[in-house]
């Protein structure tokens, strides 16, 4: 008796037009999510970096201008020092006698004399030292002003020697505009302000 034997055959697997374009729109619709998710975390992230700038830019600029405008009218030694040369609501001059001997240098590297001024075409701070060429303090300054008061805390406008004390007040803006911010043209902002008394005026 003869037996035969067939070939086994193994199941042919393959997919069809139908489902290749099932995984094809499958695959299609979570590249987009992926490429969406991505585009947000981007923009979110530049805009978190902005306002960091800005917030950084605005805080170094108050600091430093809150530290040598508490110096204003410094003379350990007497002699002859103006703590406020001048002054305006956008513009404040003083001095400070730093070195103790007795007079005020106007050189560019000695700090003792000390010009701000708000530039609102650049919207910019800028900081000049004695004689020296005025340099920026901070950039994208959309406002910025100088309060002046005297003793009993009225505003001071008459005379540079009735001023006690300076208030500082500035806004911010971010250097780019965000797109996912519907106020301002997209610009975020943060308003910073000082109150500085410095102790040698009047003295």
């Known amino acids: 008796m003869f037996w035969w034997h067939y070939p086994k055959t193994?199941?042919?697997?393959?997919?069809?037009?139908?489902?290749l374009m099932i995984a094809l729109a499958i695959g299609m619709i979570?590249?987009?999510?992926?490429?969406?998710?991505?585009?947000?975390?981007t923009r979110a992230y530049s805009a978190q970096e902005q306002?960091?700038?800005?917030?950084?830019?605005a805080r170094g600029a108050?600091?430093?201008?809150?530290?040598?405008?508490?110096?204003?009218?410094?003379?350990p030694n007497g002699g002859s020092v103006t703590g406020v040369v001048s002054y305006s609501s956008t513009n404040l001059t003083?001095?400070?006698?730093?070195?103790?001997?007795?007079?005020?240098?106007?050189?560019?590297?000695?700090?003792?004399?000390?010009a701000y001024a708000y530039d609102s075409a650049n919207k910019k701070?800028?900081?000049?030292?004695?004689n020296a060429a005025a340099a920026t303090l901070a950039e994208n300054i959309s406002a910025f002003t100088f309060t002046y008061y005297q003793t009993s805390g009225t505003t001071a406008a008459t005379?540079?020697?009735?001023?006690?004390?300076?208030?500082?007040s500035l806004t911010a803006k971010t250097e780019k505009p965000d797109?996912?911010?519907?106020?301002?043209g997209g610009y975020r902002t943060v308003d910073l302000s000082a109150l500085i008394t410095p102790i040698n005026l009047g003295l």
Request: proline share 2%; charged share 20%.
């Open 51 to 57: 306002i960091n700038q800005m917030e950084q830019n």
């Open 62 to 75: 108050l600091d430093i201008m809150s530290r040598e405008i508490k110096m204003a009218g410094y003379k």
């Open 30 to 41: 979570v590249m987009a999510s992926v490429a969406t998710t991505f585009t947000t975390q």
């Open 125 to 130: 701070i800028t900081r000049q030292v004695g």
């Open 179 to 184: 797109p996912g911010y519907p106020s301002n």
């Open 159 to 168: 005379s540079a020697n009735n001023i006690r004390r300076i208030k500082i």
């Open 94 to 114: 003083i001095q400070a006698d730093l070195n103790a001997d007795g007079s005020v240098s106007t050189s560019g590297s000695d700090n003792e004399q000390i």
């Open 10 to 19: 193994q199941d042919q697997c393959a997919f069809t037009l139908i489902e």
